[in-house]
């Protein structure tokens, strides 16, 4: 399978890297169906993965402040590639986010299915929701959402590393993705040209002390951080608005013998060999 990948970005770069010649990792900055279209016939893939997005720096607060860029990104991007892969007819498979949903479901378990309407309040998740709205009425396309990255590999946007370095952490608990099983889980899907909404995140849920207490026990024992609720965030002015927390309920990958390793089992398994990757840097 060829696979055209758009984003250079932290999971654009991990799907590349372990697809290896699978992947073909485009140059191309989007800015109209043509672009799209020259690279996809360029490269003739059997299959588009759209990584691009706008999530701001060094967090999704400058997505506050810069909406037009941000819907740019997140929401006319993701629609000019989907416009050029209808036209050449090939599966485009989406990289959304779980962010879309704040606090608890309507449903007894209070967690989010697939076709749950989302309910998002900053400029970053609106822009995500309204691709997504936008895509799921295509045909031939699969979208994909995933929560909290966690990666055995060290890098900024790397869970284990942003809350290892936050001097003070909001004790939640979320739904998680474990970056090795993501990966997987994409290419599967582009396999089967899977079209629908699909939660990409491990079963079950983690907290927050859960990680930092696995980091203190396999990488760093001196490690300490200041415990704080979530709402103390934007009180204590450490973000513009408050995070998205919510468990997300994946039911459509089962629809596609689709399965992902249970959250706590995969992040002990990952921070085993995070710990690794600290003391022998790649």
């Keep these: 399978m060829k696979i055209l990948i758009f984003g250079k970005g ?10 290896g010649e699978e992947a073909v990792h485009s140059d191309v900055f989007v800015n109209s169906v ?3 279209l020259d690279e996809i016939r360029r490269v003739q893939p059997d299959a588009v993965l759209n990584a691009a997005g706008v999530r701001g720096k060094p967090n999704v607060d400058w997505c506050e402040d810069h909406q037009r860029e941000t819907i740019r990104g997140n929401t006319l991007l ?3 590639l989907a416009e050029a892969c209808q036209e050449a007819g090939v599966y485009l498979l989406h990289m959304g986010s779980g962010c879309i949903f704040y606090g608890d479901s309507n449903h007894d378990d209070r967690a989010w299915r697939e076709d749950d309407h989302g ?4 400029v970053y998740s609106r822009s995500k929701w309204a691709a997504d709205l936008v895509l799921s009425t295509l045909p031939n396309v699969g979208i994909t959402r995933i929560r909290m990255p966690i990666d055995w590999k060290p890098a900024p946007d790397n869970l284990i590393d942003k809350l290892a370095r936050y001097p003070k952490v909001i004790d939640v608990e979320n739904s998680v993705t474990v970056v090795d099983d993501m990966v997987n889980v994409f290419h599967q899907l ?5 079209c629908g909404i699909f939660h990409v995140t ?3 849920t983690v907290k927050h002390r859960e990680i930092l207490q696995l980091y203190r026990e396999l990488v760093d024992p001196t490690h300490t951080c200041v415990w ?18 919510n468990f997300l309920a994946s039911e459509n990958l089962a629809r596609h013998t689709i399965r992902m390793r249970p959250a706590t089992e995969a992040l002990r398994d990952t921070m085993e060999k995070y710990a690794h990757a600290k003391k022998e840097p790649l």
């Design 10 to 19: 932290y999971m654009g770069s991990r799907c590349a890297g372990v697809w």
């Design 190 to 194: 582009m396999e089967k040209r899977a």
């Design 119 to 122: 309910n998002p309040v900053p």
């Design 228 to 245: 704080i609720k979530n709402e103390d965030l934007v009180d204590q002015g450490l973000a513009t608005k408050g995070r998205s927390n």
């Design 202 to 204: 491990n079963p079950g």
């Design 34 to 36: 043509e672009d799209a």
């Design 78 to 80: 993701p629609i000019l």
